[in-house]
Antibody, heavy 120, light 108 residues
Framework: QLQLQESGPGLVKPSETLSLTCTVS??????????WGWIRQPPGKGLEWIGS???????YYNPSLKSRVTISVDTSKNQFSLKLSSVTAADTAVYYC????????????WGQGTLVTVSS | SYVLTQPPSVSVAPGQTARITCGGN??????VHWYQQKPGQAPVLVVY???DRPSGIPERFSGSNSGNTATLTISRVEAGDEADYYC???????????FGTGTKVTVL
């Protein structure tokens, strides 16, 4: 059974870079047809897609965040990572990683999520 | 950019039917997917491609999509169905995923 687990600092200072890693278990991140995505949810609010990556390194991002986002993949570790630069309090959210069922479809399954708070 | 509008809340008695709408411009031309999110938990896919169910999702969950509205229907509602529900589509014009505003389902 495929499982995803987010990890990284729970507190980031304003203007710094948020960095998270998603570890995939129970399957290979190099499986064809699947992308791997990041989605976030501010406290008490809705879901926002951040971006997705293919095992080859091909990426696509939410246009509203594209200038600050970098997603990378490490197939040797079965992991993919998120970097979000110049963070502000508005970036405080639960960050989820999920399998992206080919570009343009749906997300399944999701990781449990990790809360990242932006505060000095 | 493409906007998906959902009612903030829906209330339903146990055993009755809950219908959650997702409105968007010509949404019937897109594939709509639905997620259930219980408090403190990650979203779970309950319907994909308008009306298909992943394995393990009860038949009580069904979906439809036409015109400007997609609908998630929960039949014979149970207390355990109380959750937030989100619709999601792919906006090909701007090349990104869009989620609906979310609907809180309360079981009376």
């Amino acid at each position: 059974q495929l499982q995803l687990q987010e990890s990284g600092p729970g507190l980031v200072k304003p203007s710094e870079t948020l960095s998270l890693t998603c570890t995939v278990s129970g399957g290979s991140i190099s499986s064809s047809s699947y992308y791997w995505g990041w989605i976030r949810q501010p406290p008490g609010k809705g879901l926002e897609w951040i971006g997705s990556i293919y095992y080859s390194g091909s990426t696509y991002y939410n246009p509203s965040l594209k200038s600050r986002v970098t997603i990378s993949v490490d197939t040797s570790k079965n992991q993919f990572s998120l970097k979000l630069s110049s963070v502000t309090a508005a970036d405080t959210a639960v960050y989820y990683c999920a399998r992206d069922i080919t570009r343009g479809n749906w997300f399944d399954p999701w990781g449990q999520g990790t809360l990242v708070t932006v505060s000095s | 950019s493409y906007v998906l509008t959902q009612p903030p809340s829906v209330s339903v008695a146990p055993g009755q039917t809950a219908r959650i709408t997702c409105g968007g411009n010509n949404i019937g031309s897109k594939s709509v997917h639905w997620y259930q999110q219980k408090p403190g938990q990650a979203p779970v896919l309950v319907v994909y491609d308008d009306s298909d169910r992943p394995s393990g999702i009860p038949e009580r969950f069904s979906g439809s999509n036409s015109g400007n509205t997609a609908t998630l229907t929960i039949s014979r509602v149970e207390a355990g169905d109380e959750a937030d529900y989100y619709c999601q589509v792919w906006d090909s014009s701007s090349d990104h995923y869009v989620f609906g505003t979310g609907t809180k389902v309360t079981v009376l």
